[in-house]
């Protein structure tokens, strides 16, 4: 008889977003009229940008005739985008060349997919709180998980220790804790890496909401990390991209384990799986990367950065701890009054009808610390912030 794959078994129930959605629409059912204020969601509000639209419907065009029409894509990728991806990177000052740019349908694609260059008995890193879809794709692989565990006494940005892992997932801008790695910080990672063997599965797809020109957007303007990092970055909140999907990876040509090249391996393993990307989108997405793009997205992203520091306004002036929202679309709070993550959520949702996601939803040592995303309706996190404000300085 077919055995399935029993890992699914090892798998936790995610109750978070299920349990919020529980508690709100009984909220909603006992209060009719009253409104509702969300900034507990992940996916961006504003629409994709007006020059993006324009090459996605040129692209439908050049599918509707003969002459234009285009067939099956190159499964890494269609070349006008991976060049337009490394002339990104070139711009800041990172040399990544065109056949190290992989397009993909969107980051959390690529991190599960990805698994497939490495053994099973290899045991993955996860700093943690983290995005659940790390270690979930690790549990359904059957690899070991080590949890690093973090917290306001290393603002969420911890070293490597003694950790004993073959696969490190960094996010850096993070989701939830909206903690950014500096260059000093990163090296560590890549120093350790290097030195045991390790590959760096660097998450970078709040990299577009740095501001602050110390930072690194990339793994990659770490020295050392050409032998020892995979970068996977995404349009989805960069971008507006959630529903179009559209996400880049990049794997150096250096990138070798046990005399095997993870590149080549990656070629090898997409022509085998995928038939690349659709035309259409990749049209759409090369227009992110021209002058007209990179103005348009950051008008967007300059508008939950605007959210962001609504909300970072009101907790300064409470002198509640947090981190994240200037170089991120998180603020990270440590709950008041020692309530924990999900006592919070009830209060704010009962008191002033505003909704964050439990940071214990992130990993245990999450508990005690909630998220407030900065993408919802400018209006709306504007009206929740000072709701937050009146509650809480009492
Ligand atoms: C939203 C998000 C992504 C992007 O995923 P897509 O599949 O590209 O939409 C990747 N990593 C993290 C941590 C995210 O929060």
């Known amino acids: 008889m077919l055995i399935p794959n029993t890992n699914y078994n090892q798998l936790k129930q995610s109750y978070l ?8 629409n009984d909220f909603q059912s006992r209060h ?4 509702i204020y969300r900034l507990g969601i ?3 509000s504003l629409p994709l940008c007006p020059c993006v639209c324009e090459q996605l419907h040129a692209a439908v ?4 005739h003969a002459e234009t029409f285009h067939g099956y894509m190159p499964e890494c990728g269609a070349p006008f985008l991976r060049e337009a991806v490394a002339k990104h990177y070139k711009a800041r000052g990172v040399n990544i060349s065109d056949n190290e740019v992989y397009i993909s349908s969107g980051a959390s694609d690529e991190l599960g997919d990805i698994l497939d260059l490495f053994d099973k008995s290899s045991a993955a890193l996860v700093i943690e709180p983290a995005y659940p879809a790390y270690v979930d794709a690790n549990i359904i692989a059957g690899r070991k998980i ?19 892992a073959d696969l490190i997932y960094i996010c850096s801008p993070n989701n939830p804790t909206g903690a950014v790695f500096d260059r000093e910080k990163l090296a560590k990672w890549v120093r350790y890496a290097n030195e045991r063997g390790a590959v760096i599965l660097f998450d ?7 501001e602050d020109e110390a930072l690194p957007h990339s793994i990659f303007e770490i020295e ?9 970055c995404s349009l989805s909140k960069t971008a507006g991209f959630t529903g179009t999907r559209l996400g880049y990876t990049v794997i150096p040509k250096e990138l070798e384990r046990g005399g095997m090249n993870l590149g080549e391996m990656w070629v090898r393993n997409r022509t085998t799986k995928t038939n690349g990307v659709s035309y259409i989108i990749q049209k759409g997405a090369a227009a992110v990367f021209t002058e007209q793009g990179q103005k348009q997205i950051h008008q967007n992203i300059n508008i939950y950065k605007q959210n ?12 509640i701890w947090y981190c994240g929202g200037s170089n991120a679309p998180y603020v990270w709070i440590q709950c008041p009054a020692n309530m924990t993550s999900w006592e919070f959520f009830d209060y704010l949702l009962n008191e002033i009808q505003v909704i964050g996601t439990p940071g214990a939803g992130f990993g245990s040592c999450g508990e005690g610390y909630f998220r407030f995303s900065s993408f919802a309706d400018t209006q709306d996190t504007e009206i929740a912030a000072q709701r937050i404000y009146q509650l809480l300085n009492k």
Do not use: M, W
């Not at 970078?204 to 740095?210: D, G, K, N, P």
């Open 61 to 64: 065009e050049d599918q509707a």
């Open 308 to 319: 962001a520091k609504v909300l970072t306004q009101v907790f300064d002036k409470l002198g």
């Open 42 to 44: 992940g996916d961006v």
């Open 224 to 232: 050392g990390a050409r032998t020892c990092a995979i970068e996977i």
């Open 32 to 35: 009719p009229d009253k409104k």
């Open 146 to 164: 080590v949890h690093l565990a973090c917290g306001a006494y290393n603002s969420f940005l911890p070293e490597p220790g003694d950790a004993d």
């Open 204 to 210: 970078a797809a709040y990299e577009a909401f740095i």
């Open 17 to 24: 977003f299920h349990n919020i959605a529980l508690k709100v």
